[in-house]
Structures are given as C-alpha cells and as structure tokens.
C-alpha cells in the first residue's frame, strides 16, 4: 500500500511543482540550505525523482528565478514613465518575498517568463519612451543597478534603522572616551532618525524620482539631436 502512494506521488510531480516547492523552501531558509534532499523529502518522493524534471540544482535556480520574473509586472497600457516605476517597485516587491533571489536575477539561462520580462522592459524603452538604442540600454541597466543594490541593501541592512543606529551609537559610546564628539554628524543621523523615522520605500521612491527625471531629460535630448547628430571632427 505504501509503494502504491508513493508511485501516486511520483506520477503526479512535474516540473511546476517541483520549483514551486523549492521556492517555498528557500523563502524559508535561502538558496543555500535548499538541497535536492530536502526538496525530494518536501514532496515525498526520492531525490532520484526530481532530475526527471531538473538536471541539476543549477538548471533549478534557473527555474526559481523564472517564477520571480513571472511576478513582476511591466504595464503596457501606461506611459513609460509610469511603466518604469511600476515595474521598478513590482521587481523590489517580489524581492522582498524573495529574498535568496537577491543577485541571482540576471545569472544562469533564462527561462520565458525571464525573457518576456526582458523583452517588454526593452519595449517599453524603445516603442514606448522612443530612446535611442544606446541610451535604452544605458536606461536598463541603470534601473537594474538601482533596484537591485537598493534590493541587497534592505536585505543586508536592519529592519528598524533608527533602533540600530541607535545601538551602534551606545557601542561607539563603550568603546572610546570621547564618545561620539568626533562624529558630530553621524550624532545628528541618530537623534533626526529618532524623530522622523526611516522608511525603506520612501528611500527608493526619492531615488528612482532622481533616476526618471534623469532619463526624462535625456530623452529629450535626444530628440533635439535627432536619429543622426553630428559626427564629431577627427583628430589630425
């Protein structure tokens, strides 16, 4: 009877399931305590069964990182402008939710949902906002490097950063006689901290802000130019 369920179990795994269970288990515990034991245990199956599915645990963050780009919204009804921001905080939300994934969004194969994801953000730039090739790509990889540092930053950093700039500031204290009197304005971080608070979303709110007003003016430079500036002289 136990065989019986067991073979039940094996024919009803496929490869959705199997990455949607991973993903479950390394939002609970990180990519790197996410073994292909512990996966097969989690479905009730034997670790053999999985690489029916997956070649290995590499081709499986490819898959994870798939399900993450398939949460990631990029509207096609809007402006660019609005389609950026919306895509910028759908990529911060999904990882938050997933935060092993924090790094590993542009490694490995990517899967459709990846390329989809890919595919409409360049679109968006070239169809919708009109910028030139080279500044479409500049434009991508700057928003990149924004959400995902902004990303690794939430992650690594304290949740309550008040509070922990407080406890570091009491450590400074213990640890040297003239306290914080040599760091006059990190003192001001801790005491306007404490007053006003500190919200990650409202930090990357005011930077992606900088970010847009950027490529907005750079957008409309590149339409004064036209498809064809001027080449510059050549040295002789």
């Given at each position: 009877?136990?065989?019986t369920?067991?073979?039940?179990?094996?024919?009803?795994l496929n490869?959705?399931?199997?990455?949607?269970?991973?993903?479950?288990?390394?939002d609970?515990?990180?990519?790197?305590?996410?073994?292909?034991?512990?996966?097969?245990?989690?479905?009730?199956v034997?670790?053999?069964?999985?690489?029916?599915?997956?070649?290995?645990?590499?081709e499986?963050?490819?898959?994870?990182?798939?399900?993450?780009f398939?949460?990631?919204?990029?509207?096609?009804?809007?402006d660019?402008?609005?389609?950026?921001?919306?895509?910028?905080?759908?990529?911060?939300q999904?990882?938050l939710?997933h935060?092993?994934?924090?790094?590993?969004?542009?490694?490995?194969?990517?899967?459709?949902?990846?390329?989809?994801?890919?595919n409409?953000?360049?679109?968006?730039?070239?169809?919708?906002?009109?910028f030139?090739?080279?500044?479409?790509?500049?434009?991508?990889?700057?928003?990149?490097?924004y959400?995902?540092?902004?990303?690794?930053?939430?992650?690594?950093l304290?949740?309550?950063?008040?509070?922990?700039?407080?406890?570091?500031?009491?450590?400074?204290?213990?640890?040297?006689?003239?306290?914080?009197?040599?760091?006059?304005y990190?003192?001001?971080?801790?005491t306007?901290?404490?007053?006003?608070g500190?919200?990650?979303?409202?930090?990357?709110?005011?930077?992606?802000?900088?970010?847009?007003?950027?490529l907005?003016?750079?957008?409309?430079?590149?339409?004064e130019?036209?498809?064809?500036?001027p080449r510059?002289?050549?040295?002789?």
């Amino acid at each position: 009877m136990q065989d019986t369920a067991a073979a039940a179990g094996r024919d009803r795994l496929n490869r959705a399931k199997v990455l949607r269970a991973a993903v479950e288990l390394a939002d609970e515990g990180g990519f790197e305590a996410l073994t292909m034991r512990r996966l097969a245990a989690g479905l009730g199956v034997v670790p053999m069964a999985l690489y029916k599915h997956v070649a290995d645990k590499r081709e499986l963050l490819d898959g994870m990182v798939d399900l993450v780009f398939a949460e990631v919204e990029v509207p096609a009804d809007v402006d660019w402008r609005t389609a950026m921001r919306s895509r910028a905080a759908s990529m911060r939300q999904a990882l938050l939710g997933h935060p092993w994934a924090v790094g590993r969004m542009e490694t490995g194969t990517p899967g459709p949902a990846n390329l989809r994801h890919h595919n409409a953000v360049m679109r968006c730039l070239r169809r919708d906002a009109g910028f030139p090739f080279r500044l479409a790509v500049h434009a991508y990889n700057l928003m990149d490097a924004y959400v995902y540092g902004f990303a690794l930053q939430e992650k690594t950093l304290a949740g309550d950063i008040p509070a922990e700039a407080a406890r570091r500031q009491e450590a400074v204290v213990d640890r040297q006689p003239s306290g914080l009197d040599d760091y006059p304005y990190l003192a001001e971080v801790v005491t306007e901290l404490a007053k006003t608070g500190f919200a990650f979303a409202d930090e990357f709110e005011f930077g992606l802000d900088l970010i847009l007003d950027g490529l907005s003016r750079m957008r409309a430079q590149a339409a004064e130019i036209g498809p064809n500036p001027p080449r510059r002289p050549s040295a002789r």
